[in-house]
């Protein structure tokens, strides 16, 4: 069972579409990380989070924490091909004792 | 600046036979992190260390896996024996400390046959 859940597991659009991605638990979060991973290589952090109802945008990203600091999601706005990647949310919960990962939402867009 | 080097990038190897994956950190970053990452997943982590201490080994399986950082600085994962379910892209990611970004590697994908 994972701790965090996130959904769609994958998504396919087009250039020029809005996408949004979504990471859940029952476990409060004390900070919330998102990554994006493209094949053959690791992880990249694009943004933490950590205080409930916080908003940030990196570009055309916008990241959303849930006011219970339990929920996040990421939404995309005009998708390009170079957002195609895997979308990961880690988190940390005062019981987990470490930063526990999603299995990822996989991120297809095509021209 | 170098960012996390892993090698080797590929290995393929038979059953039972042993294996060894080698991690050099960002300069100056205390803290490294060995994860697994199976197909289809988020990494998992295996073991944490500061400095030469491992200080979270609680998921790796240590039956048949190892691991060290001499001096603190460089690491290996090592295997043996190598079972068929040990096939995985292997992530080693290293930060200035526990609580600040990590960056990870490009990763050493095993094959065991």
């Known amino acids: 069972t994972q701790l965090l859940e996130q959904s769609p597991q994958f998504l396919s659009i087009q250039e020029g579409e809005n996408l949004t991605v979504y990471c859940n638990s029952s476990?409060?979060?004390?900070?919330l990380q998102w990554y994006r991973q493209e094949p053959g290589e690791g992880p990249v952090l694009l943004v933490t989070v950590v205080t409930g109802g916080e908003v940030k945008k990196l570009k055309r990203l916008t990241f959303q924490f849930g006011d219970a600091r339990k929920d996040s999601s990421l939404h995309i706005t005009a998708a390009q091909p170079g957002d195609t990647g895997l979308y990961l949310c880690a988190g940390e919960a005062d019981s987990w004792g470490k930063l526990q990962f999603g299995a990822g939402t996989q991120v297809v867009v095509t021209p | 600046e170098a960012g996390v080097v892993q090698s080797p990038r590929y290995k393929i190897i038979e059953k039972k036979q042993p294996v060894a994956f080698w991690c050099n950190p960002i300069?100056?970053?205390?803290?490294l992190y060995w994860y697994l990452q199976n197909l289809g997943q988020g990494p998992e982590l295996l073991i944490r260390?500061?400095?030469?201490?491992?200080?979270?080994d609680s998921q790796l399986p240590k039956d048949r896996f190892s691991a060290e950082r001499l001096k603190g600085v460089d690491s290996t994962l090592k295997i043996q024996p190598a079972e068929l379910g040990d096939s995985a892209v292997y992530l080693c990611?290293?930060?200035?400390?526990?609580?600040?970004?990590?960056?990870f590697g490009q990763g050493t994908r095993l094959t065991v046959v």
């Open positions: 990611a290293s930060s200035l400390n526990q609580n600040t970004e990590a960056f």
């Open positions: 476990s409060v979060f004390s900070s």
């Open positions: 260390y500061e400095n030469e201490e491992a200080v979270d």
């Open positions: 300069s100056g970053h205390n803290t």
